[in-house]
């Protein structure tokens, strides 16, 4: 972002290369270049090559500072990209940082962004997605785990057979689990799966001799996922008590 015309000929170049639209992803601004008329500065310069796109990670850059930090140092600043949604009403924009549920995107939505985009949530808890579909038009139902264990490994294995990136059998087999990390988040049985399949994914022999749906029964099974927890669908009330599905929380 230091240097604007240098971005949009970057992008010129890879709209000219392509047939797809090309958006671009940016902060607010980088260190003490860091005013919204340098940030509208900018999305004008750029959006000149044909980009109509924005992705705005609602926070400054600050150069030096580690890569966790910069996610939550930097104060966000959502307004700023609601203002350029009404300065640029030609583009789309989608807002991005510190929206953590499904809720505060809808809310998000209907005051006028194009679009939202959460990022670390869909890793630490990415079951919360399954609800994704009546949050824009209203329709469509929800997967249970279970079904969404189904697809995963469905695609897990093509993955595997292919091996594109010619990793060794553990590591691809690694690669592939780790996004199962947080898929219990928020039940009781959330903690020991992460544990369970922490153990597994460091288990090299395993790894390599056992397929992915062994190596993922066996994690459901050391974790006692009960079948109950599997196949509870979001915002689905149980006939089981509370205290047989999530955690207890204090009074």
């Known amino acids: 972002m230091f240097d604007p015309p240098l971005v949009a000929a970057?992008?010129?170049?890879?709209i000219a290369a392509v047939?797809?639209?090309v958006s671009v992803k940016c902060r607010l601004g980088v260190d003490e270049r860091d005013s919204y008329?340098?940030?509208?500065?900018f999305v004008e310069t750029v959006s000149s090559v044909g980009?109509?796109?924005?992705?705005i990670h609602a926070r400054k850059a600050i150069l030096g500072l580690d890569t966790v930090k910069n996610r939550s140092v930097p104060p966000l600043r959502h307004d700023w990209v609601f203002r350029l949604r009404e300065r640029f009403p030609q583009h789309r924009f989608t807002i991005n940082g510190g929206i953590a549920t499904l809720e505060a995107a809808r809310e998000l939505l209907a005051a006028g962004m194009d679009g939202v985009m959460i990022g670390r949530r869909a890793n630490a808890e990415p079951y919360m997605f399954a609800g994704v579909s009546s949050l824009v038009d209203g329709r469509g139902e929800a997967p249970s785990r279970r079904e969404v264990l189904h697809r995963y490994l469905e695609y897990a294995l093509l993955a595997q057979r292919a091996n594109w990136d010619g990793k060794m059998p553990e590591q691809v087999a690694r690669l592939l689990l780790t996004p199962l990390t947080g898929l219990f988040h928020g039940t009781r049985v959330g903690a020991r799966w992460r544990q369970v399949l922490s153990e597994t994914m460091h288990d090299r022999q395993r790894l390599s001799t056992q397929s992915l749906p062994e190596l993922v029964s066996s994690c459901l099974d050391g974790a006692q996922v009960s079948a109950a927890v599997l196949d509870l669908l979001p915002g689905a009330p149980s006939a089981?008590?509370?205290s047989a599905l999530y955690p207890s929380?204090?009074?």
């Open 10 to 14: 970057c992008c010129a170049a890879i």
């Open 249 to 251: 929380r204090p009074a």
């Open 37 to 41: 008329e340098e940030l509208v500065e």
């Open 51 to 55: 980009v109509r796109h924005f992705i």
């Open 240 to 242: 089981l008590p509370p």
């Open 19 to 21: 047939s797809i639209p």
